[in-house]
């Protein structure tokens, strides 16, 4: 049996994965979740086989108590799910099996505008216009070219 972690595991798309998984391989996998429990959906679902709850990914003490978590119930791979947990993930080591882009490639995609100005002089963005919101009503979209 392998032991899965799912961060942000009280989230709509953490859960969407967790009963995928469990609905998949019920016999095989064994979840953990781990979450600051502001929401606490599912636990109430019985989506996992235990749950932690953790300090905020921001907080100073989020990575100790997780690679505490990890150790403890000898986990076997993480699915890191939130954005921002990638984030941190990324620049930060754990003794587990996980995949997350490099933090210098989240730092240049994770802000749309940011990936914007670094893709503008290249064939991937298509011609565009910048438009504010004052402006929405008084566009010809007939006319865009």
């Known amino acids: 049996m392998i032991k899965i972690l799912i961060t942000g595991a009280c989230a709509v798309t953490s859960r969407s994965i967790a009963r995928g998984l469990k609905k998949d391989n019920p016999n ?25 709850k953790v300090p905020k990914f921001t907080d ?6 997780v690679k505490e ?17 990638v984030k941190i993930w990324s620049k930060l ?7 997350v882009p490099s933090s210098k490639f989240i730092n240049c995609v994770a802000d749309k505008f940011d990936l914007y100005s670094n893709l503008s002089k290249t064939k991937f963005i ?20």
């Open 28 to 52: 095989e996998i064994y979840l953990i979740g781990i979450d600051i429990f502001e929401n606490n959906f599912a636990v109430f679902e019985n989506l996992y086989d235990e749950f932690y």
């Open 69 to 85: 978590i990890i150790k403890k119930r000898k986990i076997d791979v993480a699915l890191i799910v939130p954005e921002k947990e």
């Open 60 to 65: 100073i003490l989020y990575p100790n108590k």
């Open 126 to 145: 298509p011609k565009s216009i910048f438009i504010k919101k004052h402006e929405l009503d008084k566009i010809d979209y007939n006319n865009i070219k």
């Open 93 to 99: 080591k754990f003794n587990i099996k996980y995949l």
